[in-house]
């Protein structure tokens, strides 16, 4: 397990500042042990937010990289009586697993969040990355799909339609899959024809699950099938594949900053949402400078000061106009947002409570058709 301590520099004037903001906001925690994923994710986290509340508070930021446990170690803070973590980074399945079993605190976003910079309501701001009643949105990363700009075979043709993976005639070529049914599923039922609105309806028909898995049959033999994110990278890098899903931010990377003839197909992008959940039980004095910190973290100006580190969207639509240029490249980021609207005229949100109650069921349907 790895630490980073973040501590305000000395300095009377800074000592100053400090005590009189702790004055006008009552009794609060001199420290926070924040729970993130490490990486490139949580630098963008520390530069974004954490080091602009440090010198705005001078309190103590622990940055623990262990979200990957969040929810057995919740589980066992839990059962311990002991909760040593102030505020958790999650993904959507687990925020919706922590609230469900009482882990997580519920939020009242209208008080606790701030409101846009647009005037709009934290509920109208953040819209569908409110996914329940405890999580609190950050970040928009999609699942999508990356393709070779110089395949010679599709005679200057573009794939600009989620449809166009399916399409060997046109588009022939190896195309990279994720060797799981989340996702896949409902890529091919859409391009079987049915309807965004009625994907789960049909996913809930006897012979639902077997339409999707038909239609992938057709491809089945060009897919290359994939377990980690950084395989897709690689293997349109090396010309392996034509095509091939995977998640934006492993895009980016591959076409801004290794500069390989690759670009993106964002219709139909997956959105999955990367947010905070408050343990439930927290001390007053915790949980006040949480709430405090959550308030500052998740404002408009803040969400869109991540994406100078990162090409992962803003959850809030107010922060979209305000994203602006990467801070090491030099770019600008806004058309490498997933929640830029141009690249989000079609998107996807997976159900997650369709999935939580099918998840198994189906998961065994498509291991079996995969070893046919």
């Known amino acids: 397990m790895k630490f980073k301590t973040l501590m305000l520099s000395g300095g009377a004037a800074m000592a100053v500042a400090a005590s009189a903001f702790a004055a006008s906001h009552g009794n609060m925690a001199d420290s926070m042990t924040i729970v993130s994923w490490g990486g490139a994710y949580s630098a963008s986290q520390i530069k974004a937010y954490h080091n602009p509340y440090v010198e705005m508070t001078g309190i103590k930021v622990i940055n623990d990289e262990s979200s990957n446990e969040a929810v057995a170690k919740m589980r066992a803070m839990n059962e311990a009586g002991n909760i040593t973590w102030d505020l958790v980074d999650v993904e959507g399945p687990d925020a919706v697993r922590l609230c469900d079993e009482g882990l997580a605190m519920e939020i009242d976003f209208a008080t606790m969040l701030a409101p846009g910079d647009d005037g709009s309501t934290p509920a109208e701001d953040f819209g569908d990355s409110l996914i329940n009643d405890c999580f609190i949105p950050q970040i928009v990363f999609s699942t999508t799909f990356g393709y070779r700009t110089d395949v010679a075979a599709w005679n200057g043709k573009t794939p600009d339609n989620l449809c166009d993976v399916f399409d060997l005639e046109n588009f022939p070529g190896k195309r990279a899959l994720e060797k799981r049914p989340k996702k896949n599923i409902e890529w091919a039922l859409l391009c079987d024809g049915v309807e ?15 339409r999707a898995l038909a239609k992938l049959q057709t491809i089945k033999d060009q897919v290359v099938w994939w ?59 915790r949980l006040s ?46 058309p490498h947002m997933p929640t830029n609207p141009a690249n989000a005229k079609r998107y996807l949100v997976n159900n997650l409570d369709w999935w ?14 995969l070893a046919q």
Do not use: C
């Not at 990162?310 to 305000?322: E, K, N």
């Not at 939580?356 to 058709?369: G, L, M």
């Open 356 to 369: 939580a109650d099918n998840q198994d069921d189906v998961e065994t349907k498509f291991q079996s058709w």
């Open 227 to 285: 377990s980690a994110g950084a395989e897709t990278p690689q293997l349109l890098a090396d010309g392996e594949v034509v095509m091939g899903s995977t998640y934006n931010g492993r895009l980016f990377s591959v076409i801004e900053e290794q500069k390989q003839p690759v670009a993106m197909l964002w219709d139909y992008q997956v959105f999955d949402f990367d947010g905070w959940v408050i343990p439930a039980g927290l001390p007053a004095d």
């Open 289 to 334: 400078r949480v709430l405090d910190y959550i308030k500052f973290a998740t404002d408009t100006q803040r969400l869109a000061d991540q994406a100078k580190y990162i090409s992962y969207g803003p959850a809030r639509a107010s922060s979209q106009p305000l994203v602006s240029t990467h801070a090491d490249l030099g770019i600008e980021m806004a």
């Open 196 to 210: 965004k609105a009625d994907l789960y309806d049909v996913m809930d028909e006897e012979e639902g699950i077997e």
